[in-house]
T-cell receptor, first 114, second 112 residues
């Protein structure tokens, strides 16, 4: 099975721009979640989608949004970029509807905001 | 609010020495605890979870609800254990289990 795939792997944006990141989960996985990783704050939960519905949202401003498509692929969008949005954005997928279950992570999309 | 604390950012031991990576948590209900590991140039991956009560690569972790701890232990460290280790927690009710709260991570360095 192919692993979780995230695109793009690296990108550079300037303040005020917006960015869209994409995540393709492992085939058959219906849950996709997003995490932001920074040196200062560590790994922080952004949101989780299951069957195109957002089930949980972390403590991030409304500039951060996401969606999931019928094929379980997910995108996250950050509008009006700020310098502090520079981070590694990790996507993770898991198979089931139940709470327990191993998360499979992608390699991440590294966003640099100048 | 749920919180995970890993007090050591860096732990350095010699090969063959015992290892204990500390993890403390705060959560009002019954949490599920995990250890994730990231080896150099690899993805973050699950090492073990407390409900499985398993030993993976010689590592074990016991959930101590009284001390709210979930320390990761290995009796004899190997050089290939060098990695970044993250303790993580999820809730157990409703949708609470669908998000993980991670600790800040501990970098384990095993010296030859």
């Amino acid at each position: 099975k192919a692993g979780v795939t995230q695109t793009p792997r690296y990108l550079i944006k300037t303040r005020g721009q917006q960015v869209t990141l994409s995540c393709s989960p492992i085939s058959g996985h219906r849950s996709v979640s997003w995490y932001q990783q920074t040196p200062g704050q560590g790994l922080q939960f952004l949101f989780e989608y299951f069957s195109e519905t957002q089930r949980n949202k972390g403590n991030f401003p409304g500039r951060f949004s996401g969606r999931q498509f019928s094929n379980s692929r997910s995108e996250m969008n950050v509008s009006t970029l700020e310098l502090g949005d520079s981070a590694l954005y990790l996507c993770a997928s898991r198979s089931g509807q139940t709470n327990t279950g191993e998360l499979f992570f992608g390699e991440g999309s590294r966003l640099t905001v100048l | 609010a749920q919180r995970v604390t890993q007090p050591e950012k860096l732990l350095s031991v010699f090969k063959g020495a015992p290892v204990e990576l500390k993890c403390n948590y705060s959560y009002s209900g019954s949490p599920e605890l995990f250890w994730y590991v990231q080896y150099s140039r690899q993805r973050l991956q699950l090492l073990l979870r407390h409900i499985s009560r398993e030993s993976i690569k010689g590592f074990t972790a016991d959930l101590n609800k009284g001390e709210t701890s979930f320390h990761l232990k290995k009796p004899f460290a190997q050089e290939e254990d060098s990695a970044m280790y993250y303790c993580a927690l999820s809730g157990s009710g409703g949708n609470a289990g669908n998000m993980l709260t991670f600790g800040g991570g501990t970098r384990l360095m095993v010296k030859p």
